[in-house]
Nanobody
Framework: QVQLVESGGGLVQPGGSLRLSCAAS????????MNWYRQAPGKQRELVAG???????NYADSVKGRFTISRDNAKNTVYLQMNSLKPEDTAVYYC???????????????WGQGTQVTVSS
């Protein structure tokens, strides 16, 4: 059984920073792509940033230059450093990872439970 657990969300003023973490645990054999998504009230879930096992990254245009995704393979953890936060960044942030488990079955995607980020004065 594989689980993803996010942490680091909270309330921050505009212009502030937060760092989200997402740790994978369980019978993990290999972790491939790790992504961060977000969903604001009344809006569709959108991809914020992604990182491959080879550390190639991609970002939504709305966060380029402000957010940085990174991963620590030894800890099975992905991070999202968010700087210069804006009210429009307010959303529930979800971690997603494609993971191959130790049973040898084909890799599949897993979602975390989400963490709330609120940017407000």
């Amino acid at each position: 059984q594989v689980q993803l657990v996010e942490s680091g969300g909270g309330l921050v003023q505009p212009g502030g920073s937060l760092r989200l973490s997402c740790a994978a645990s369980g019978s993990i054999f290999s972790i491939y792509v790790m992504n961060w998504y977000r969903q604001a009230p009344g809006k569709q879930r959108e991809l914020v940033a992604g990182i491959t096992s080879g550390d190639n990254t991609n970002y939504a245009d709305s966060v380029k230059g402000r957010f940085t995704i990174s991963r620590d393979n030894a800890k099975n953890t992905v991070y999202l450093q968010m700087n210069s936060l804006k009210p429009e960044d307010t959303a529930v942030y979800y971690c997603y990872a494609v993971i191959g488990d130790s049973s040898g079955t084909s890799p599949r995607g897993y979602w975390g439970q989400g963490t709330q980020v609120t940017v407000s004065s």
